[in-house]
């Protein structure tokens, strides 16, 4: 299953509401994730099940979609925010990542 | 609290083999399976296959079929990954990651990232 983010990059600045959409080859139901990632670190996981807030990560996240259509949605951009963010695949193996998309401070 | 530590960094010539280990604690060592994850520098994330520790079963991404092994130790909580017929374009940070399967098989705990570096 492939999977197909974008866009690839972005500018935004703080306050902004930004989507980043993520398209696989196939339906997958529900079984997509979100991460964060920062320069020099781990992942972080944000939504699972395409619509489920991770515990203590801030509500301005959200997910939404099923099926091949889904999308990562910040309301209001914090600084903390500016990070690449890659969605992930777990339908079938192999669990698969978009290529991710890296969001920059306009 | 769930950790998950790996081995240090490597340095391997092409053609060599590399094994990363990766020590959990915290929790069930056999309840939940092991992803490996790894990040060459500046790309993307890339699925390398996954581990089942209760039983041992493995699934592996079709690049990395004939070089990659991933096996477990229940007695000391250690998944360990091993890559063969290195080439450069393995140069990269290698993840081992928990699955949750309440939150959907996604990754919950990540480790702290080993980076292994092939060059003559």
């Known amino acids: 299953i492939q999977l197909t983010q974008s866009p690839s990059s972005l500018s935004a600045s703080v306050g902004d509401r930004v989507i980043i959409t993520c398209r696989t080859s196939?339906?997958?139901?529900?079984?997509l994730a979100w991460y964060q990632q920062k320069p020099g670190k781990a992942p972080k996981l944000l939504i699972y099940s395409a619509s489920t807030l991770q515990s203590g990560v801030p509500s301005r996240f959200s997910g939404s979609g099923s099926g091949t259509d889904f999308t990562l949605t910040i309301s209001s951009l914090q600084p903390e925010d500016f990070a690449t963010y890659y969605c992930?695949?777990?339908?079938?193996?192999?669990?698969?990542f978009g290529q991710g998309t890296k969001l920059e401070i306009k | 609290q769930v950790q998950l530590v790996q081995s240090g960094a490597e340095v391997k010539k092409p053609g060599a083999s590399v094994r990363v280990s990766c020590k959990a604690s915290g929790y069930t060592f056999t309840s939940y399976y092991i992803h490996w994850v790894r990040q060459a520098p500046g790309q993307g994330l890339e699925w390398m296959g996954i581990?089942?520790?209760?039983?041992?079963?493995?699934s592996y991404a079709q690049k990395f079929q004939g070089r990659l092994t991933m096996t477990r130790d229940t007695s000391t909580s250690t998944v360990y990954m091993e890559l063969s017929s290195l080439r450069s374009e393995d140069t990269a940070v290698h993840y081992c990651?928990?699955?949750?399967?309440?939150?959907?098989?996604?990754?919950?705990?990540w480790g702290q990232g080993t980076l292994v570096t092939v060059s003559s």
């Open positions: 990651a928990r699955r949750e399967v309440r939150f959907g098989g996604a990754i919950d705990y």
């Open positions: 581990i089942n520790p209760s039983d041992g079963t493995t």
């Open positions: 992930q695949q777990l339908k079938s193996y192999p669990h698969t």
């Open positions: 196939q339906g997958i139901s529900s079984y």
